[in-house]
């Protein structure tokens, strides 16, 4: 009885090529997941975006006033310069004191 025949080869042929497909298929399912949760990243990002654009909007509506890191709002410039001139009095209290 022959062990290498037609048959035999024919079905190690397609034996071989199923494996062949099944390791292209998990290739592709890493590459495939890889870009769905890269989508999904961007996707949370934009997301985010949108809401942080609709909290600052509602805030301005509600008349909060908009600080800016490096200015002065104008509400707050009266109160420093209350506080610096408290702060003023204080030291010339202070040192006519010593005086």
Do not use: C
Not at 36 to 64: C, D, K, M, P, T
Not at 68 to 73: K, R, S, W
Not at 77 to 98: H, I, V
């Amino acid at each position: 009885m022959k062990i290498f025949t037609k048959r035999n080869a024919l079905v190690g042929f397609v034996a071989l090529k199923a494996l062949k497909r099944r390791r292209k298929q998990r290739n592709h399912h890493a590459w495939k997941l890889a870009a769905f949760v890269a989508l999904g990243l961007v996707s949370a990002g934009i997301l985010a975006a949108l809401v942080a654009v609709a909290v600052r909007r509602q805030r301005e509506s509600h008349g909060e006033p908009q600080r800016l890191e490096g200015y002065a709002v104008a509400e707050d410039l009266g109160e420093e310069a209350e506080s610096a001139e408290a702060l003023e009095l204080d030291s010339e209290t202070s040192e006519s004191e010593r005086e």
